[in-house]
């Protein structure tokens, strides 16, 4: 079964600083994989998801994440964290079936001045 | 801009009630899910639905039932609520786009409290 493993639930940083949020996946097939956000008191948001095209994907907001086969890893970046970053990430993947998706436990980011 | 509205931001019911969680969307999305938010555990998926009428469990169907008579609707009812299910619960809906769920949209969560 499609699943995946976020390290580290809690996440600090300074502003300017770069963000790195780690996601570790477990597929049997080519996963789809995904990055949501959720900002206080709000739904998650899509922010960038991997299909299986480049491996470098871009999202909203400046973050990015790289898609490596070898390490079955998927970790979020943003090269200088703002205080607006401030929020929890959820990784994700779709599941078998290809109906719906399973998330992380996710990370909380925090941005210190 | 797609909208998933969920009928209710808090919700206080007591053990033992019958509960009615309601979503609406109103992008003719094929798909609907519900997922229920616990901190340290993330999203789990209670039951999803891919066309009116179809349902399929999730991860952690038990004490839960869904119904989805029309295509903009799903429904989420606990049919006798217990402290254990106090948690937010996320709506989301998709497009199925060549066969695969597209990138879910999320309504903004009901928080149930069940005392």
């Known amino acids: 079964a499609q699943s995946v493993t976020q390290l580290g639930s809690h996440v600090s940083v300074s502003e300017g600083a770069l963000v790195l949020l780690r996601c570790n996946y477990s597929?049997?097939?080519?996963?789809?994989l995904f990055w949501y956000v959720q900002y206080p008191n709000q739904g998650l948001q899509l922010l960038l998801k991997?299909?299986?095209?480049?491996?470098l994907v871009k999202g909203i907001n400046g973050f990015e994440a790289e898609f490596k086969k070898s390490e079955t890893s998927f970790h979020l970046t943003k090269p200088s964290a703002h205080m607006s970053d401030a929020a929890e990430y959820f990784c994700?993947?779709?599941?078998?079936?290809?109906?719906?998706?399973?998330f992380g436990s996710g990370t909380r980011l925090q941005v210190q001045p | 801009d797609v909208k998933v509205t969920q009928s209710s931001r808090y919700l206080v019911k007591r053990t033992g009630e019958k509960v009615f969680l309601e979503c609406v969307q109103d992008?003719?999305?094929?798909?609907m899910f519900w997922y229920r938010q616990d901190p340290g555990l993330g999203l789990r998926l209670i039951y999803f639905?891919?066309?009116?009428?179809?349902?399929e469990k999730g991860d952690i169907p038990e004490g839960y039932s869904v119904s989805r008579e029309k295509k903009e609707r799903f429904s989420l009812i606990l049919e006798s609520a217990s402290t254990n299910q106090t948690s937010m619960y996320l709506c989301?809906?998709?497009?199925?786009?060549?066969?695969?769920?597209?990138?879910?949209?999320f309504g903004n969560g009901t928080r149930l409290t069940v005392t």
């Open positions: 989301a809906s998709s497009p199925t786009d060549r066969g695969i769920v597209s990138p879910l949209h």
């Open positions: 597929s049997s097939v080519p996963p789809y």
């Open positions: 991997y299909t299986s095209a480049a491996t």
């Open positions: 994700a993947v779709l599941r078998g079936g290809r109906r719906a998706l399973t």
């Open positions: 992008m003719d999305h094929e798909n």
């Open positions: 639905s891919y066309d009116v009428k179809m349902k």
